[in-house]
């Protein structure tokens, strides 16, 4: 005899895991570090890369982004985009997070990456720099795949890290419903937030291996608590279960509580840069630079003379120049109005931390020889550059190179200015890079609606 039971019912296995979201403190587990199925939980690790492109000046949230075949053929829940369509950015991520949208989320996914298994590797990657030891991503959607598994601890910590690393995109995850571009949509989780005091996130996900998953957040008073749970049995019963979890987080975290924030990932060319974020180690900190002898009476290069002004000027322009942070750029809904500009990204305005050199310390090559070089380099074997433009006059790719450095400090710092004279003008280039630092450099660059592109090493 057979006995057909709903689909609902068949349990996929559960696992659940409760902590205090100031500190981290487990307040409860079960089966925390079973490796399961986390349906559109993996947008989480989608979002929170977007949110990192973002601040790393990789792409912005005005971005147009072309929809691929592979993102439009996506099975629901989905947008409804279509192949070839153009769409900014900000309205997938709201897309992804509130609708959990299979196709959008791909799309931001190559946007950012180029393709979905470049963007599983960064995701695989960033997962570690997070401690999320027992987690394996092969897509940025979630839908069941042959080894795409998660915890529940790591989910929980995943869930941290986007409410303390990112804190002005957290609002995203507390709308009932949003303008995603081409048309309102409605948060999966719009019921836990409409019933339950103080919720305010994360994400639900489903597909039949993984069963009924949610990971939430609650803030009540001094107090916030985020609960997990795996393998609900319906949406209903997997609500009623992270509310019961919350309650019980709620009753054993303390009332007060110094607040310990998790520190976001670094990543080093060891362990592999995570879709080109790495840290940027410069050779060294500051460069002796020699100084004219006693008495001497040598005129500076005339060329170097007449570009007085111009330097001045450029250093002027570079000082008054700020890196747009792309999530303030422009009246952007993502973001909460009381969220000030230090707060959203702290290393969204440049300022100079190197003073101009002097006429002087700048004459390093007679006017008459083809190739200037404007600063020593320490570069240690570094073999790649980058170009920045041809200028009709040598100045005005000095000028270029000057303004440049003042800009994008932190990849260029230690690196190699150079002209270079061609038939056609004159190159303006930085070498002594990593490949890693110089494609770093032209995204950062690009962003800012600079041209630049990877100049390779010499053949042989």
Known sequence: MFIVVPLSAVAAPYAAMVIDARTGEVLHSRNADTRLH?????????????FEAVERGEISLDTMVRVSANAAAEPPSKLGLKSGQRIKLRYLIRAAAVKSANDAATAIGEAIEGSEAAFAQRMNRTAKALGMSRTTFRNMHGLTTEGHLSTARDMTTLGRHLLYDYPQYYNLF????????????????????????????????YTRAA??????????GNERVIATVFGGQSSAWRNARVAELLDMGFRRAPNQVAARKPEKPTYTAESGAAGKTIRILTAVKKSLRPKLRPGSTEEPAPMLVAMQDDIKQALEEAQEVSTPAPDTAAPAPDIPENVTLASVAPSASITPRIRPKTIAEQAV????????????STSGGRHWGI?????????????????????????????????????????????????????LACRRLQARQVTCFMVGPPPG
């Open 38 to 50: 986390p349906a559109s939980l993996t947008k989480m690790m989608t979002l929170y890369i977007a």
């Open 174 to 205: 507390s709308r009932r419903s949003t303008d995603a571009g081409v048309r309102e949509v409605a948060n999966t989780n719009r019921r836990l937030l409409a019933a339950y005091k103080g919720a305010d996130g994360i994400k639900t996900g």
């Open 211 to 220: 069963g009924f998953n949610l990971v939430a957040s609650a803030e009540r």
């Open 365 to 376: 090559a007679p006017a008459t020889e083809r190739e200037v070089v404007t600063r020593v």
């Open 387 to 439: 170009n920045v433009g041809r200028y009709s006059s040598r100045y005005k790719a000095e000028r270029v190179l000057l303004q440049t450095a003042l800009l994008e400090m932190d990849t260029l710092d230690g690196s190699l200015r150079k002209v270079v004279q061609r038939s056609a003008g004159f190159d303006a280039n930085f070498l002594g890079l990593t490949r890693e630092t110089a494609d």
